[in-house]
C-alpha cells in the first residue's frame, strides 16, 4: 500500500521568511502533485512533478521532486500572507488511475 | 477550463436515508473519482470509474456505490446514510492514458451533515 507523508502538518510563519514542506512516500513513483485549498474552498493544482529532478516554480513557491529518496519539497521563498493555505502532495500509484494524498500541511502567515 | 461541477455545496440528510450525490465535467475526462475529505485524514477514495458503466473500489467504500451511465457524470450514492458519513465530499476528474501527466482536476465540494 502507498503511504504519503507530509510534515509538517501545522506550519505558521512570518511575513517574508523562507520554509520547505516535505512530502516522503513509501513505494516507487515518478509522478507527484502538489495541490492547494483554501478554507471552504476546492482543490486548486500547482504543480505536476513527473521525473527524477524535476522542478517547478511559480511565484514564490518551488516544487522538486527525487524520486530515489522518494521525496518532494515544496519551498516557500519570502512569505506573504496569501500564501495561506492547507498544501497537499499526491501519489500516483503507477496505476494511472487514483492518487494517494498526504494529510496536508496546513499553512499560517502572520505579519 | 475544466469545469468540475457538484450539485449541492450543502447538504443535510437523516440516518437511514438514501443520499446522491452528484457531479458533472465538461472536458470529456474518462476518470472521474469520489474522494471524502475528514480533518486530520487529508483526502481518501472512496470509488474511482474509468469508463462508462466501469467502477473500481477505492480505499473507503464501505456504504457507498457509484454509477456512471454517462462519460460526464458520475453519482456517489449512499445506501443508508449513517452519522459516520458526515464529511466533505470531493469530486474529481482527469484525463486517462497520455493525460497522467495532467492533473485531477476537483469540484467545490459537497458538505453533507447526516442527522
Known amino acids: 500500500e502507498l503511504k504519503v507523508e507530509q510534515n509538517p502538518l501545522f506550519l505558521s510563519m512570518q511575513e517574508g521568511k523562507n520554509y520547505t514542506i516535505y512530502c516522503n512516500y513509501s513505494?516507487?513513483?515518478?509522478?507527484l502533485y502538489w495541490y492547494r485549498q483554501d478554507p471552504g474552498k476546492s482543490l486548486e493544482s500547482l504543480f505536476v512533478l513527473l521525473s527524477n529532478g524535476a522542478v517547478k516554480q511559480e511565484g514564490r513557491l518551488m516544487a522538486s521532486l527525487d524520486t530515489k529518496a522518494r521525496l518532494s519539497t515544496l519551498h516557500i521563498t519570502a512569505a506573504v500572507h496569501d500564501l495561506s493555505a492547507t498544501y497537499f502532495c499526491a501519489v500516483d500509484a503507477n496505476s494511472g488511475y487514483a492518487l494517494n494524498f498526504g494529510k496536508g500541511t496546513s499553512l499560517l502567515v502572520t505579519p | 477550463d475544466v469545469k468540475v461541477t457538484q450539485s449541492s455545496r450543502y447538504l443535510v440528510k437523516r440516518t437511514g436515508e438514501k443520499v446522491f450525490l452528484e457531479c458533472v465535467q465538461d472536458m470529456d475526462h474518462e476518470n472521474m473519482f469520489w474522494y471524502r475529505q475528514d480533518p486530520g485524514l487529508g483526502l481518501r477514495l472512496i470509488y474511482f470509474s474509468y469508463d462508462v458503466k466501469m467502477k473500481e473500489k477505492g480505499d473507503i467504500p464501505e456504504g457507498y456505490s457509484v454509477s456512471r451511465e454517462k462519460k460526464e457524470r458520475f453519482s456517489l450514492i449512499l445506501e443508508s446514510a449513517s452519522t459516520n458519513q458526515t464529511s466533505m465530499y470531493l469530486c474529481?476528474?482527469?484525463?486517462?492514458?497520455?493525460?497522467?501527466?495532467?492533473?485531477?482536476?476537483f469540484g467545490d465540494g459537497t458538505r453533507l451533515s447526516i442527522l
Open positions: 474529481a476528474s482527469s484525463y486517462l492514458g497520455q493525460g497522467w501527466n495532467q492533473p485531477q482536476h
Open positions: 513505494t516507487t513513483s515518478d509522478r
